[in-house]
């Protein structure tokens, strides 16, 4: 799934990690598939992480933000 300007959202990304870890643990899925699997499941992984910590900036500078104003 994308957003309206063509890039991955957080919800795919997170969806497709599931995904990668439910097959990962079937007894059919192959070692290189597994590897495959992982690989492409950290991908997703570090995508989430990198949406996740830039949400976590913008919200402490609002928050710093908000101090600030009621210092005032």
Same mark, same amino acid.
């Given at each position: 799934?994308?957003?309206?300007?063509?890039?991955?959202?957080?919800?795919?990304?997170? !969806?497709? *990690?599931? +995904? /990668?870890?439910?097959? @990962?643990?079937?007894?059919?899925?192959?070692? =290189?598939?597994?590897?495959? #699997?992982?690989?492409?499941?950290?991908?997703?992984?570090?995508?989430?992480? !990198?949406? *996740?910590? +830039? /949400?976590?900036?913008? @919200?402490?500078?609002?928050?710093?933000?908000? =101090?600030?104003?009621?210092? #005032?």
């Amino acid at each position: 799934m994308e957003n309206e300007n063509g890039s991955r959202t957080f919800t795919s990304a997170l !969806e497709s *990690l599931r +995904k /990668a870890a439910d097959q @990962i643990g079937r007894p059919s899925v192959s070692l =290189e598939e597994a590897m495959e #699997l992982y690989n492409s499941g950290m991908k997703d992984a570090e995508y989430c992480r !990198e949406i *996740l910590d +830039k /949400a976590e900036q913008k @919200i402490e500078i609002y928050r710093k933000g908000e =101090e600030d104003d009621q210092n #005032l």
